[in-house]
């Protein structure tokens, strides 16, 4: 059984980076048939699907318009866990972020617990 | 990136009844649609993948159905454990999006 265990902090100030971690059991971050994604949901831009990583003999990202140029995810295959950094946030980057583990076909079927962040001063 | 508009919005229902909730595609998706059922403070469950393949451990009154553009969620008869919101959500093409979500409540 695929879990996902979530951590990082709830609170963030603007201008600063938001970093969280998933560290997976039950799966690798270097398997050649799941993708490793992190997603957001808050009230004003519904969920909302960040970016991804995965490994396909070498490792690929994908990131969202909204937020290129801000994120990076990295896989770390020592712990099996991989990672968010968003730069430079803003109050509109409140928002319960999730981990996700999706197929290589591309539905989503390992969530984590989920993680509040707000960013406020 | 390709839009996903749910409706309706709000879905008042009662115990066994049955209802469906339809998703649309700005664009053709072909069938790479899943539905996902939220509740408060939970993430989401898997429910349909591919428009109409019922993940393991989900109650077969789950169905999908549709391809293309328009996607149909149906509920054959209705038990308190299903009142939430449920979302679509296609595959198409990075980045996936969702539909706003439906919530389904006790009438």
């Known amino acids: 059984q695929v879990q996902l265990q979530q951590s990082g902090p709830g609170l963030v100030e603007p201008s600063q980076t938001l970093s969280l971690t998933c560290a997976i059991s039950?799966?690798?971050?270097?398997?050649?048939?799941?993708?490793w994604n992190w997603i957001r949901q808050s009230p004003s831009r519904g969920l909302e699907c960040l970016g991804r990583?995965?490994?396909?003999?070498?490792?690929?990202?994908d990131y969202a318009l909204s937020v290129r140029g801000r994120i990076i995810i990295n896989p770390d295959t020592s712990k099996n866990q991989f990672s968010l950094q968003l730069n430079s946030v803003t109050p509109e980057d409140t928002a319960v972020y999730y981990c996700?583990?999706?197929?290589?076909?591309?539905?989503?079927?390992?969530w984590g617990q989920g993680t509040l962040v707000t960013v406020s001063s | 990136d390709i839009q996903m508009t749910q409706s309706p919005s709000t879905l008042s229902a009662s115990v066994g009844d049955r209802v469906s909730i339809t998703c649309r595609a700005s664009?053709?998706?072909?069938?790479?649609l899943a539905w996902y059922q939220q509740k408060p403070g939970k993430a989401p469950k898997l429910l349909i993948y591919?428009?109409?393949g019922l993940e393991s451990g989900v109650p077969s009154r789950f169905s999908g159905s549709g391809s293309g553009t328009e996607f149909t969620l149906t509920i054959s008869s209705l038990q308190p454990d299903d009142f939430a919101t449920y979302y679509c959500q296609h595959y198409n093409s990075y980045p996936y999006t969702f539909g706003q979500g439906t919530k389904l409540e006790i009438k």
């Open positions: 664009q053709s998706i072909n069938n790479w």
């Open positions: 591919k428009a109409s």
């Open positions: 996700a583990r999706a197929t290589s076909s591309g539905w989503h079927d390992y």
């Open positions: 990583t995965y490994y396909r003999s070498k490792w690929y990202n």
């Open positions: 039950g799966d690798s971050v270097s398997s050649n048939s799941a993708v």
